[in-house]
């Protein structure tokens, strides 16, 4: 039974891994707390949503589409907004990204409904030694995973992901070398975005879509991002698994109603003893 | 340009003498509504039905007050399912608004927390989502509910499978931390163990689960016969997709009150199937109404004509709670609330929701409980006999 636990467990925790590398990266390169990823994840969920069941389009022609929507969304959201209070406290961004998320949650509730909506699709499950282990989870988690991986090589190997990290490590230094640092804290956004598109897109396919899911995808940003270490990738993936894990173990030995709770008091032990997080020490990348 | 100016003068002066007239025409009725935040869907349904009643009233001339026809008019705000502002919003319905009668906010606990308000400044509030009997037992007398208490409903659904499936002796009860639906859980608990069933498994998540995998894998190992899960609608989708997902197989499959609304079914499709739940309200129960609709099943087309799909027991309580007060106002012959108070107290209330008769407590006295089961993509009435449709389906499908 312990195996059935783990299983569950590493399967919420790749979506999660998912849900918070966009969170992250934002935070770790912008010092933003993006308080509208929650209403992205969303929107990137009702995208696909509306993709697959009005416009009769297969799923992995919509779910690109949708992230690139979500990309040009946030693009603009840091261009034309928070690059003006960029230097601000982070009080500052935190408040006005709160503001948009307000509204833009509310949009989504006019234009969408609040009643849960989700893509029905029943592609079984597998059994392995009493595991039982449903396909659309595995593949979920998966296309999260991979598209994870993929990011973090392009933070590495790419010419803007080389140019996004030194930002990060130093913006004046980076401004003399010639890198346009308004262009890159929006691109910085825009691919935060796009991975929440991306996670919306898994979620809709797990989960009945509401936009007050939110909230909760926001809270569970917050404590993979401060688990794994801020602006961290792989501590993105690191950080998701354990809390899905744990929120499993904190299940059994503690109970339902105790689950979530097991998470913050996660977090609030790794800010006091391992401030960095799993993964934050070597860097930014 | 005098000319203009003197007609808009003119216009301004005959509108502003004509206000208070106007307002002295219609009948506020305050409503702080979740048109957002996590009960927005909730809300919007409450809306629908307080809606459809003012307009059915206004149609027919409005409220006759002693000879005299004065229009509803609902006063509304998004109180973002705050129990905080509902608290806030009750509080400018009253010395802002002034409006003499309140419907509550949705829910149990919200109901509770207003409640309070109206009592201080003697409103009459009229509750159409509150069921919990903490919610009336304070000796509130301003406060009146129109569904019945929850006990009446766990009752009705022990003693129907009770005889109905006799080999269901194992129980696990799934409820969310939240007033209404740990109230009835608990009533659940009493009913059940009531009746001589065992009770192996009974626990509460938190508002913000987004998974159910852990705890069914829980409770598949203490292979229970009947799992009771109550809960928001989009948690008891993801509960039963998960159930499918964990090869977690029962007898009984019973979730309140989400089965009720027709997206469950939107939601796991096939799943939905047998799965039993229970309910206030249906339109087959046909009641009659003399005041306002007709009938039960009137009502339901009345509904459907406007809003494009059948009404559940939240809209038509919602109706019912607008409607009452209107005929007690009717009665009263007044909108005085002393007047409006004592007839709601006493009255019995024909209606199509039912016979409503809030007694001393201010709660819905008049038992009605429906046992439901969604059989071929349809939601049929299982118990009392005399509305049945059809018999229950043991078993759930697997996927």
């Known amino acids: 039974m312990i195996s059935q636990y783990i299983v569950n467990g590493l399967l919420t925790g790749g979506l999660y891994a998912c849900l918070a590398v966009g969170f992250s990266l934002v935070w770790g390169v912008l010092n933003v707390v993006n308080m509208l990823h929650g209403s992205m994840v969303v929107l990137g969920a009702y995208f696909c949503l509306y993709g697959v069941q009005q416009l009769g389009l297969p799923l992995y022609a919509v779910a690109p589409v949708a992230c690139v929507i979500l990309f040009v969304f946030g693009y603009a959201i840091q261009r034309g907004l928070l690059n003006r209070v960029i230097t601000q406290p982070i009080l500052i961004t935190l408040t006005l990204t709160f503001g948009l998320d307000l509204i833009v949650n509310n949009l989504i509730i006019h234009v969408f409904s609040a009643t849960p909506q989700s893509l029905v699709t029943n592609f079984g499950t597998i059994e392995f030694a009493g595991v039982r282990v449903p396909v659309v989870r595995v593949g979920g988690m998966l296309v999260a ?84 270490g801020l602006g961290s990738v792989p501590g993105a993936i690191i950080g998701g698994l354990v809390l899905g894990v744990v929120e499993g173990l904190g299940t059994l030995t503690l109970g339902q109603q105790w689950a979530t709770s097991v998470g913050f008091i996660m977090m609030m032990a790794v800010i006091v003893l391992f401030p960095t997080g799993i993964m934050g020490k070597k860097g930014y990348e | 340009m005098k000319t203009t100016t003197s007609i808009i003068a003119a216009l301004s002066f005959a509108a502003l003498s004509a206000a208070p007239v106007l307002a002295q025409e219609t009948i506020k009725l305050g409503a702080p509504l979740a048109l957002t935040g996590p009960l927005a869907d909730a809300g919007a349904k409450s809306k629908q039905g307080y809606d459809i009643c003012v307009s059915a009233v206004n149609d027919k001339g409005g409220v006759d007050v002693g000879g005299k026809k004065m229009k509803l008019e609902l006063v509304e705000y998004d109180y973002q399912s705050e129990t905080n502002r509902a608290v806030q919003i009750v509080q400018r319905l009253i010395n802002v608004d002034k409006v003499p009668f309140l419907l509550s906010p949705y829910g149990s606990g919200d109901t509770k927390a207003t409640a309070v308000v109206a009592e201080r400044y003697g409103v009459p509030m009229v509750a159409a989502a509150a069921a919990t009997k903490s919610v009336f037992d304070q000796k509130f007398q301003n406060l009146f509910g129109v569904l019945f208490p929850n006990d009446m409903i766990t009752e009705a659904e022990v003693a129907y499978y009770k005889k109905h499936v006799p080999s269901v002796k194992r129980v696990a009860v799934l409820a969310l931390n939240s007033l209404f639906p740990k109230a009835i859980a608990g009533e659940m608990v009493k009913s059940a163990t009531g009746a001589g069933l065992d009770v192996v498994f009974n626990t509460t998540y938190s508002p913000d689960t987004s998974d159910f995998s852990n705890v069914l894998t829980q409770i598949k190992g203490l292979n229970p016969d009947w799992i009771y899960a109550t809960g928001y609608t989009q948690d008891l989708i993801l509960i039963r997709r998960q159930m499918a997902d964990l090869g977690l197989e029962v007898k009984v499959l019973t979730m309140t009150a989400g089965p009720s609304y027709p997206e469950f079914k939107e939601n796991v499709k096939s799943l939905a199937e047998n799965v039993t739940t229970n309910s206030w309200w249906h339109q087959n129960a046909n009641y009659s109404d003399n005041y306002l609709f007709g009938s039960s099943l009137k009502y339901n087309e009345a509904f459907n004509a406007k809003f494009k799909r059948d009404a559940t027991y939240l809209e038509a309580a919602a109706t019912a709670a607008c409607q009452t007060l209107a005929m007690a106002i009717e009665e009263a012959k007044s909108t005085s609330a002393d007047a409006v108070r004592k007839v709601l107290h006493e009255k019995t209330f024909n209606t199509f929701y039912g016979p409503i008769h809030y007694g001393q407590l201010g709660q819905n006295e008049v038992n009605a409980a429906l046992v439901m089961q969604i059989q071929n993509d349809k939601l049929l009435v299982l118990a009392p006999e005399n509305l049945k449709q059809g018999e229950l389906q043991i078993g759930v499908p697997k996927k």
Do not use: N, Q
């Open chain 1, 145 to 228: 995973v991979v598209l994870t991986l993929v990011l973090y090589w392009l933070l590495r190997h790419s010419k803007i992901g080389r140019a996004i990290i030194a930002v990060r490590m130093d913006r004046h230094a980076a401004a003399l070398m010639g890198i346009r640092i308004p262009h890159i804290y929006a691109l910085t956004f825009g691919i935060g975005a796009f991975m929440a598109g991306a996670a919306g897109c898994a979620m809709a396919l797990i989960y009945p879509v509401t936009p007050m899911m939110s909230g909760v995808f926001l809270g569970k940003a917050f404590v993979i991002c401060v688990l794994g």
